[in-house]
């Protein structure tokens, strides 16, 4: 079956500028997650949602991170006023029901912000 | 906040030699994940552990929980090049349903 996939593959975008990072979980997933890696380093956190709302954002760095789930699957993350220490690879990952199950990743959106 | 280290950083073996990774957290863990990425790809979960001492196998490798749930490690025997890639542990805190990603370790294996 189909995996979890992310759109676009690559970002460059100027400082200043509003982007959009799409998810498509696997289907059936209701568990949805946002991360961001940085070269060198673990996924970092950003937000988990369980069906449409998000059950925790507590990772997001700051007001200019939001992202929605309106129908309880493809997900968007919006980034407004890039900067450039935003750039990095966003992973977003799904899984069955829950926190206790295993997380299926997607392949990743590399942003970068010049 | 809560942190998860990994040790070593890096970590070059020759083909055949065995391989740890250790991960330790800062507070105690509910369960714990193991992930591998390979250079250029995505987290692949590999196991997750639950039960304070628990010891699981897969073929070559062996995943270890710590008695405290502060702590874990991956063991891999007789190391392959396809072994290669960063092995992350990632903890979940109780009641939480985020993970918190190891610093990772990555092992290259030289044939």
């Known amino acids: 079956g189909a995996g979890v996939s992310q759109t676009p593959s690559n970002k460059v975008t100027e400082k200043g500028k509003y982007v959009e990072l799409r998810c498509d979980p696997i289907?059936?997933?209701?568990?949805l997650y946002w991360y961001r890696q940085s070269l060198g380093q673990g996924p970092e956190f950003l937000i988990y949602?369980?069906?449409?709302?998000?059950?925790?954002d507590s990772g997001l760095p700051n007001d200019r991170f939001f992202a929605v789930r309106p129908e309880g699957s493809v997900s968007t993350l919006k980034i407004q006023r890039t900067e450039r220490g935003d750039s990095a690879v966003y992973l977003c990952?799904?899984?069955?029901?829950?926190?206790?199950?295993?997380?299926?990743f997607g392949p990743g959106t590399r942003l970068t912000v010049l | 906040g809560q942190q998860v280290m990994q040790i070593p950083q890096y970590q070059h073996v020759q083909e055949g030699e065995d391989f740890t990774t250790y991960c330790n957290s800062s507070?105690?863990?509910?369960?714990i994940q193991w992930y591998k990425q390979r250079p250029g790809g995505h987290p692949v979960f590999l196991i997750q552990?639950?039960?304070?001492?628990e010891v699981k196998k897969q073929k070559r490798l062996t995943f270890q929980f710590g008695e405290a749930k502060k702590n874990s490690s991956l063991h891999i025997t007789a190391t392959q090049t396809t072994d290669v890639g960063t092995y992350f542990c990632?903890?979940?805190?109780?009641?939480?349903?985020?993970?918190?990603f190891g610093t990772g370790t990555r092992l290259t294996v030289i044939p």
């Open positions: 990952a799904s899984s069955l029901s829950s926190g206790l199950d295993e997380q299926f």
């Open positions: 289907s059936g997933h209701t568990a």
């Open positions: 949602f369980q069906g449409t709302g998000a059950a925790d």
């Open positions: 507070t105690t863990l509910s369960n």
């Open positions: 552990l639950v039960k304070s001492g």
């Open positions: 990632a903890g979940r805190r109780t009641g939480a349903n985020n993970l918190f």
